[in-house]
């Protein structure tokens, strides 16, 4: 399953199957990225992180990829299981300096992965 | 190895009255951030403080919000004269640093106004 656009807010996939979150930033000058899972009444869990001085990153199951050209984010989940049912949001670094405090969330996508 | 703690979970107040949001960070953390969310949005960043400063409150409201990270004790978020539209989620995050350091969330604080 993919979600496409500037902001397609539902992702459906399969158990077992690929996802594929995308995300478009706005600012050329950020610089830190990161992708946060959030379930029904927790916070934001922390799941990968890339900066933008690499092209993509692998974690365990997950491979962030990064665009800069077109401001583009991607977050891949392999093999999809029912706990990857959430919400995904990614967030950039906009923060007036060299630090990485100031985080910008986009508007999130719901997973759901059908049994 | 607790994560963030955010008490309480949830917190009813009637308009007028004064709220405090309590956010103990992760042990090492002397980073602390707080958002909000307002239902099927993302976080919004309100302020940023390092134990006993404000570094950036750029994104908190300068009327009846405050914040405060003293040095012993969490931080507290503190809404006086609440409105029903300060209701919303108000999460806390906490990092070791700021540069390659991952912010860590709290569950949450939700705020409903009467």
């Known amino acids: 399953g993919e979600s496409v656009g500037l902001h397609l807010p539902t992702l459906s996939v399969q158990e077992g199957d690929n996802s594929i979150i995308n995300c478009a930033y706005s600012n050329s000058a950020s610089d830190y990225f990161i992708w946060y899972k959030q379930e029904s009444g927790k916070g934001p869990q922390f799941i990968i992180d890339i900066r933008s001085n690499m092209d993509k990153r692998q974690g365990q199951r997950v491979t962030v990829l990064l665009n800069k050209t077109v401001k583009h984010l991607s977050l891949q989940i392999a093999a999809t299981q029912p706990g990857d049912s959430a919400v995904y949001f990614c967030a950039e670094n906009i923060s007036p300096d060299s630090n990485d405090y100031k985080l910008s969330f986009g508007a999130g996508t719901t997973v759901t992965v059908r049994a | 190895n607790a994560g963030v703690m955010q008490n309480p979970r949830h917190l009813v107040r009637r308009r007028g009255q004064e709220a405090r949001l309590r956010c103990s960070p992760m042990?090492?953390?002397?980073?602390v951030y707080w958002y909000r969310q307002l239902p099927e949005e993302g976080l919004k960043f309100m302020v940023y403080?390092?134990?006993?400063?404000?570094?950036?409150e750029s994104g908190m409201p300068k009327e009846r919000f405050s914040a405060e990270f003293p040095k012993e004790g969490p931080s507290i978020l503190r809404i006086q004269q609440v409105v029903r539209g300060d209701s919303a989620a108000y999460f806390c995050a906490s990092s070791l640093g700021t540069v390659n350091q991952p912010q860590h969330f709290g569950d949450g604080t939700r705020l409903s106004i009467l």
């Open positions: 042990k090492g953390h002397s980073h």
């Open positions: 403080l390092q134990k006993e400063n404000i570094i950036d």
